[in-house]
């Protein structure tokens, strides 16, 4: 975070919530009438868009004008946990025959056209 965000944040800003990776949720003190209250997030640690969870960025993004509970939203059976985005990582999804994947390359789904 640098001095600008930290300072309008200080003087701006009301804590609405925080996030299971300790990212803090704020929005604007001041209430203009015809005008929304900005909002905001300060990260704790690496400024990566992809940890902000989908409770908090449904409220970041007023889809919802309520927070979501500690602890997030009841979650379904099937849903999968949040996960950053791993573009660039090792754990990046490669698929099969891509130059960067581990294993055998596939072989092609067609047989070539010979002339014969």
């Known amino acids: 975070m640098n001095i600008g965000t930290w300072l309008f944040t200080k003087l701006n800003g009301e804590l609405v919530g925080s996030d299971q990776e300790g990212?803090?949720?704020f929005q604007e003190k001041r209430v203009v009438a015809g005008r929304?209250?900005?909002r905001w997030v300060i990260y704790n640690g690496?400024?990566?868009a992809s940890r902000v969870p989908a409770?908090?960025?449904g409220w970041l993004h007023y889809t919802s004008d309520v927070p979501p509970p500690a602890g997030g939203l009841p979650r379904k059976t099937w849903q999968k946990?949040?996960?950053?985005?791993?573009?660039g990582t090792d754990n990046a999804y490669r698929p099969?025959?891509?130059t960067l994947s581990r294993g055998d390359k596939p072989k092609p789904h067609y047989?070539?056209?010979r002339p014969g």
């Open 96 to 98: 099969p025959g891509h």
């Open 36 to 38: 929304r209250r900005k």
């Open 111 to 113: 047989e070539a056209w």
């Open 55 to 57: 409770d908090w960025h």
């Open 23 to 25: 990212n803090r949720f």
């Open 81 to 87: 946990s949040h996960e950053r985005n791993q573009t």
């Open 46 to 48: 690496d400024v990566e």
